[in-house]
Structures are given as structure tokens and as C-alpha cells.
T-cell receptor, first 116, second 111 residues
Framework: GAGVSQTPSNKVTEKGKYVELRCDPI?????LYWYRQSLGQGPEFLIY????????DSGLPNDRFFAVRPEGSVSTLKIQRTERGDSAVYLC??????????????FGPGTRLTVL | DAKTTQPNSMESNEEEPVHLPCNHS???????IHWYRQLPSQGPEYVIH???SNVNNRMASLAIAEDRKSSTLILHRATLRDAAVYYC????????????FGTGTRLTVIP
């Protein structure tokens, strides 16, 4: 079946602009996660959705970052007034959302964001 | 979640077994041990997880020390496709659902 997809695969923008990154999770997965990965580092958690609501947004670095998942499926990560330090690969993952510490997350290929 | 410590890099010859170590001396009784790997230019993918007993699946084996303060991911015959960054992650069964990746071990497979 189809995996997690992310669009666009690459995004180049100028400092100060607004960007939206989209994630299509695996059908039937109730949990959705956003991570950010800088060069040479492991992915860092940003936000986690269970259904339509953000269950944990403790990883969002500041109020320029916002994410929505209005119908419990597709999610959009929104970044306002982009800065050069926002340049990274943004990864989305989804899972069945079962509790218990063993829930496998399925990752998309990521969106590479470059802020000039 | 408790932290893990992994070597920055390792090398293996193709078709040889690979043992990737992970130390987690502050592991709690409710932490599961997960391994993910990330191939070049791809998102991470799940490899295996365990709690106390050793585990096997089609990709790898996970050997967990009796005191659970360390574990080893075993690739029985490394292939060039196994070249990736391997992350050892602890997940509390009752805690947050997000994954804390750390910097992982970069595995190079030599033909």
C-alpha cells in the first residue's frame, strides 16, 4: 500500500516568507508526527497529533511554527517569517497511535526546506 | 525518556555479521528499546524493538543485557543496502509517543 507522502520534496524560499509543508499519512493511521532534521543530526520532534488535535506540541521551537490536521488525515506544517536557521529536512511520520511504547512509526521521505 | 549512547560510526565487511551496541544505563522498567535506521536521503524506518527478551525478525536480532542497561542490534549478514545511520531509542510505555533519536551510529559496509 501507499506509504507516507510529503509535498513538496524540496522548497526554496527567501528569509521572511511564509511556507506550508504537507503530509499525507498512511490511511487508517490516527497518529501523525512532525520532526525536523538538521544536517548531521538525528530527527528532532516537533509536534504530535492524535486524530485532529495536537496531543503534544512541546517540540515546536517558537510561535512562528504551527501545524494543523483539520480532518484527522492530511496535516500541514506552517512556518511564518522564515529564517535561515529553519533550513532543514522536515519529516512526517504516522502510526496507529496505540499506547504502550511499541507503536511503530512510518516515515515519509521528507521535505528539504532551504531559506536563503 | 532516558538517553542512549552509541558509537558515532562503525564499519563492516559485506556478508559479515554486524553488532551495533547501545548503552542505556538509566533505563527504567517501563522503557521499550527501539531501533530505527535511516538510509541515505530517506526517512527513518523501524527495525526492531524489545523489552526484556531477545527478539528476532526478518531484518535483524536484538540482544538485551540481563540488567537491560545495554543492548546490541545484530545484522546477521551485512549487505551494501544496510549502510545507514542506526538509532537506538528508548520509549516509555506510558509516556510520550514521540521518538528521541540522538545522533546514532553511521554504519559503513565495505564491499
Amino acid at each position: 500500500g501507499a506509504g507516507v507522502s510529503q509535498t513538496p520534496s524540496n522548497k526554496v524560499t527567501e528569509k521572511g516568507k511564509y511556507v506550508e509543508l504537507r503530509c499525507d499519512p498512511i490511511s487508517g493511521h490516527t497518529a501523525l508526527y512532525w520532526y525536523r532534521q538538521s544536517l548531521g543530526q538525528g530527527p528532532e520532534f516537533l509536534i504530535y497529533f492524535q486524530g485532529t488535535g495536537a496531543a503534544d506540541d512541546s517540540g515546536l521551537p517558537n510561535d512562528r511554527f504551527f501545524a494543523v490536521r483539520p480532518e484527522g488525515s492530511v496535516s500541514t506544517l506552517k512556518i511564518q517569517r522564515t529564517e535561515r536557521g529553519d533550513s532543514a529536512v522536515y519529516l512526517c511520520a504516522s502510526s496507529f497511535g496505540t499506547s504502550g511504547g511499541w507503536d511503530e512509526q512510518f516515515f515519509g521521505p521528507g521535505t528539504r526546506l532551504t531559506v536563503l | 525518556d532516558a538517553k542512549t549512547t552509541q558509537p558515532n560510526s562503525m564499519e563492516s565487511n559485506e556478508e559479515e555479521p554486524v553488532h551495533l551496541p547501545c548503552n542505556h544505563s538509566t533505563i527504567s522498567g517501563t522503557d521499550y528499546i527501539h531501533w530505527y535506521r535511516q538510509l541515505p536521503s530517506q526517512g527513518p524506518e523501524y527495525v526492531i524493538h524489545g523489552l526484556t527478551s531477545n527478539v528476532n525478525n526478518r531484518m535483524a536480532s536484538l540482544a538485551i543485557a540481563e540488567d537491560r542497561k545495554s543492548s546490541t542490534l545484530i545484522l546477521h549478514r551485512a549487505t551494501l543496502r544496510d549502510a545507514a545511520v542506526y538509532y537506538c531509542i528508548l520509549r516509555d510505555w506510558s509516556g510520550a509517543n514521540n521518538l528521541f533519536f540522538g545522533t546514532g551510529t553511521r554504519l559503513t559496509v565495505i564491499p
